[in-house]
């Protein structure tokens, strides 16, 4: 489009089925917007951007009766050098990393209304956390601007 983000949305109100991520997700230099209505969202896989140029932001919302709307990462993301998942992450549900034995490693912001971290390195805890979460400024700063402050200008008109 024109401000040069992909808007994706995805609406499990029909079919009552989550969307889950089958396969590593890297996106580059491509700005990402996904909205996820009447669905939870799963993390089977890595997600990832190039750092200053690339932007993923996913929306989690739940179904009208109050479900739904969690994002759960797979025990099977995480460990290696560099970070797990890359972006912004909001639900209105619950933000859960299942009790894997590998560190997750997040860079960018979780918003969650509530979290469940089950991460355990077990004795390599004490030296190293189970779960890090990284600011990223880049993220922040190519935050779309559709979801900004608006501004109302007031007009007197004779009546």
């Not at 912004?88 to 997040?106: E, H, M």
């Not at 190293?128 to 601007?145: G, K, R």
């Amino acid at each position: 489009g024109k401000t040069g983000y992909y808007w994706y949305k995805y609406d499990g109100s029909g079919s009552g089925l989550d969307l889950t991520l089958t396969s590593a997700s890297d996106m580059g230099g491509r700005k990402v917007v996904l909205l996820v209505s009447s669905a939870s969202f799963n993390i089977n896989f890595p997600i990832n951007v190039t750092d200053g140029a690339g932007f993923f932001m996913v929306i989690v919302g739940k179904n009208s009766g109050g479900a739904k709307g969690n994002i759960t990462v797979s025990t099977s993301v995480g460990g290696g050098a560099g970070p797990n998942l890359e972006g912004l992450y909001l639900t209105d549900g619950t933000f859960s990393d299942g009790a894997g034995a590998t560190r997750l490693s997040v860079r960018g912001s979780v918003v969650a209304n509530s979290a469940n971290l089950q991460r355990n390195l077990g004795g390599a805890a004490n030296l190293n956390p189970s779960e890090l979460f990284e600011y990223a400024p880049d993220q922040t700063l190519l935050f779309p601007s559709i979801f900004g402050a608006r501004r109302i200008n007031w007009k007197e008109v004779a009546p």
